[in-house]
């Protein structure tokens, strides 16, 4: 039986719940070993490794969200909890997330599922006898729920968990442009319009005029408050969708939920200040294999409950207790 989860008296509604991660929990001591991974076309991944270096040991690939990074406190936190399991996990940063930019003009969105079976295949070339796991929080929610679907019965995954997923992207971009969500959408926007700046630096000085002039023709980076906006003049051209409802169509993880076989937990709030309650999937769209659990109230990859003194986190109790069921039953 899943974990009851009450969220915290005093953080009450979505908003407060989606924000005390970011903004309020204090960052935990973590040892980590980076790990650079070259992709085949020429850019890189940073992987930060955390918990036994063996050989059978359980791995866990974490996959960050929009503008986070392997240091968002929620990735951080749930590779503590599976330490203190004895199984190992590796955080992936996205590119250019990693504190460096990335090589090339493209970057990562949110159905980049090719950089996600380029890292699950180095996993199991890297530790070929240790089960392999993932879990995706929002962005790399979707991205992984994609990728589960493409491969089918392929995909190398023993388990799977997907958290505060945007299952509808075009959706949730008219979402989160709507009341107090527009804080967080102004947040994205400079945080985005930031990453293309960095490599535009990064070209420059370089003297790389082939990658510079690919961002330049994409036009001026001033006037974006919108996601139709950045993913419109941005996202699409710079990795091969004629324009945002393309991506949205293409990317948008709802529609590959029916082709899922790996046993797959979704975890996701009714209140989620990013997406409509419509834009959930209905129980006819989910293949057998995925498990749908909807709570009424956590925000966006919230989840807090305990005390002002001793805040508890609830994804990072469940969602190791359901891998290690899988691993059991497995």
């Keep these: 039986m899943p974990i009851t989860f009450k969220p915290a008296w005093w953080l009450p509604g979505p908003h407060l719940q989606t924000l005390w991660n970011p903004l309020c929990r204090k960052p935990a001591a973590l040892r980590r070993r980076r790990e650079r991974l070259w992709l085949a076309d020429g850019d890189f991944l940073d992987l930060d490794w955390h918990g036994p270096h063996s050989a059978t040991a359980p791995l866990v690939l974490v996959l960050h969200g929009l503008t986070g990074s392997s240091d968002s406190r929620y990735v951080v936190g749930l590779q503590l909890a599976l330490a203190a399991r004895g199984w190992a996990s590796v955080a992936l940063n996205w590119r250019g997330c990693s504190g460096e930019p990335n090589l090339l003009a493209r970057g990562y969105h949110s159905g980049a599922s090719e950089d996600l079976a380029e890292t699950i295949a180095h996993l199991c070339a890297q530790r070929p006898l240790a089960p392999l796991y993932?879990?995706?929080?929002?962005?790399?929610?979707?991205?992984l729920l994609k990728h589960l679907g493409?491969?089918?019965?392929?995909?190398?995954?023993?388990?799977?968990v997907a958290v505060s997923v945007p299952f509808r992207?075009?959706?949730?971009a008219d979402r989160i442009g709507q009341g107090f969500s527009r804080v967080y959408q102004a947040h994205f926007m400079r945080e985005m319009v930031a990453y293309v700046r960095s490599k535009q630096r990064l070209f420059a000085d370089l003297g790389q005029a082939d990658r510079l002039s690919t961002?330049?023709?994409?036009g001026p980076l001033d006037g974006m408050r919108t996601f139709w906006d950045f993913d419109g003049r941005i996202t699409a051209p710079l990795h091969g969708f004629s324009d945002a409802q393309d991506y949205y169509r293409r990317a948008s993880s709802r529609y590959f939920l029916g082709r899922i076989h790996t046993?797959?937990?979704?975890?996701?709030?009714?209140?989620?200040?990013?997406?409509?309650?419509?834009?959930l999937p209905e129980p006819g769209e989910l293949a057998p294999s995925i498990q749908f659990e909807l709570h009424a109230h956590g925000g966006h990859v919230g989840f807090v409950d305990g005390s002002p003194r001793r805040p508890g986190y609830y994804l990072e109790r469940r969602i190791p207790q359901w891998l290690a069921a899988r691993?059991?039953?497995q």
């Design 215 to 218: 961002l330049e023709r994409l």
């Design 169 to 172: 992207l075009d959706q949730c």
């Design 327 to 329: 691993a059991a039953g």
């Design 150 to 160: 493409e491969a089918g019965n392929a995909s190398q995954l023993r388990g799977a």
């Design 134 to 143: 993932a879990v995706g929080y929002s962005l790399g929610g979707n991205v």
């Design 263 to 279: 046993p797959t937990l979704i975890i996701q709030a009714a209140d989620d200040p990013f997406v409509f309650r419509h834009s």
